[in-house]
């Protein structure tokens, strides 16, 4: 939180708020090279964070092959998981929004001088796309952890079928070997 306010105050250093603006917008004419730098870092940050995200999903897959089990670790990795399943969508958004808007934000401030005041201002406010992201975040995390709870739902009910199934097999092959079928020959029988 300090961080983004320090950011914004930096950014908005330069303006004169005793001037009042037509429109509503945190690039103006003095703001606009320090605005440019906050969203190129801003991208930076979501390529970063979209970057680790990938390296600690290929470090729990490279984690769950290993020989050894320890149930903190399993527990660790499973929350790894889930915790990923709602980052990476979300960050993927962010990524995208943060590149469109740095990508359009450079090509309109490299055509500053040959547009008008007005069309400049005009195509800069509307390549803003954070106050999108800002209804649309909401709804994605709401639309993966449903996903997610279903996912793990479904999990759940696979491992309780297992459990029967596994606890069916044993009934069967202890009266199998009581009646005096050895294992082999139990799993011959069941094939016929």
């Known amino acids: 939180v300090l961080l983004g306010v320090l950011s914004c105050a930096w950014g908005m250093g330069e303006e004169d ?9 945190t690039m103006t004419a003095k703001t606009s090279k320090n605005m440019k730098i906050l969203i190129i870092v801003s991208s930076g940050i979501s390529a ?11 470090f729990n897959s490279f984690a769950k092959k290993r020989e050894r089990f320890h149930l903190n670790t399993s527990y ?16 993927i958004l ?3 929004i943060s590149g469109i808007v740095s990508t359009s934000a450079f090509i309109v401030m490299t055509f500053k001088d040959q547009l008008t005041v007005t069309t ?3 195509v800069l406010a509307s390549t803003y796309l954070f106050p999108y992201y800002t209804i649309a975040s909401p709804t994605l995390i709401w639309f993966v952890i449903r ?11 696979a491992m309780v079928r297992k459990r029967n199934k ?4 044993i009934y069967f092959r202890t ?3 009581m009646w005096g079928y050895p294992r082999k020959s139990r799993n011959r029988c069941s094939q016929q």
């Open 17 to 25: 708020f005793s001037q009042s603006h037509a429109y509503c917008s």
């Open 120 to 122: 400049y201002r005009t």
């Open 147 to 157: 996903w997610s709870r279903r996912l793990e739902t479904d999990r759940m009910d």
């Open 94 to 96: 962010q990524a995208t």
């Open 166 to 169: 596994t606890e069916s097999d």
């Open 48 to 58: 970063l964070t979209l970057c680790s995200i990938v390296v600690l999903f290929i």
């Open 175 to 177: 009266y199998g070997e």
């Open 76 to 91: 660790q990795l499973r929350e790894n998981k889930n915790v990923l399943r709602v980052l990476l969508p979300l960050d």
